[in-house]
């Protein structure tokens, strides 16, 4: 019988997902790497092929939700070109990555953030560096791309001539916060939000 071959992109994947749910289950630090391993189905060894240690799962952990969410919303971007078009689409693409995570991944992605870049633990004297560059870096990618658009939206005439990077900052931090709210509260829905923000937005809350 031929040995079977392993999928190394998924056994790590997998190891991922059940880290995640139980580190916002249980918490980071009540976690152990037995847990995960069972809850993967794997050997507890199985997981040291894959991660050095926990801290190396979560922080891999955060580097894959943050690539998949650039590659979710950069999807929604390829195609558009107009500036109006350009701010939906990321909108869109927020909305569609948020809802590909599961709550308790999201959870447990905040906190670990939280804990990592306020408090001096051992994974932020490793990861610490990384994490802000990474969040860093992703907010000033699209906030650039938000602000070329309303650069455009005001040479066409079509946008009031305010300061476009104040204004890509604007909605990269309404799509922040929002999805902060979502986290913790399952009954918002973030794709109606986000119509009533590109509403406000696009056409003024007053009525005169």
């Excluded at 880290?19 to 976690?31: I, S």
């Excluded at 189905?41 to 926990?54: M, N, P, Q």
Aim: aromatic letters at 12%; glycine letters at 4%.
């Amino acid at each position: 019988m031929a040995p079977k071959i392993v999928n190394k992109r998924e056994k790590r994947e997998k190891i991922i997902h059940c880290a995640v749910d139980l580190f916002a289950e249980k918490g980071f630090a009540d976690t152990t790497v037995k847990e995960i391993a069972d809850a993967a189905h794997i050997g507890k060894g199985t997981i040291y092929e894959y991660f050095d240690s926990k801290e190396e799962i979560l922080m891999s952990a955060f580097r894959y939700y943050v690539s998949r969410g650039v590659k979710t919303i950069s999807a929604e971007l390829r195609d558009a070109t107009e500036p109006e078009e350009i701010i939906t689409a990321f909108l869109r693409g927020m909305a569609k990555h948020f809802h590909s995570v599961s709550q308790q991944a999201a959870i447990s992605l905040f906190v670990f953030q939280v804990e990592s870049i306020l408090s001096r633990s051992k994974i932020f004297e490793k990861y610490g560096d990384e994490i802000l560059k990474i969040k860093s870096n992703l907010g000033a990618k699209f906030i650039k791309e938000l602000s070329n658009a309303i650069v455009c939206a005001q040479k066409d005439g079509k946008f009031k001539k305010i300061d476009h990077n104040t204004i890509a900052m604007i909605i990269y931090s309404y799509i922040s916060g929002i999805s902060l709210f979502a986290i913790f509260d399952k009954s918002i829905d973030i794709q109606e939000t986000n119509n009533v923000f590109m509403d406000i937005f696009f056409n003024g809350i007053t009525t005169f």
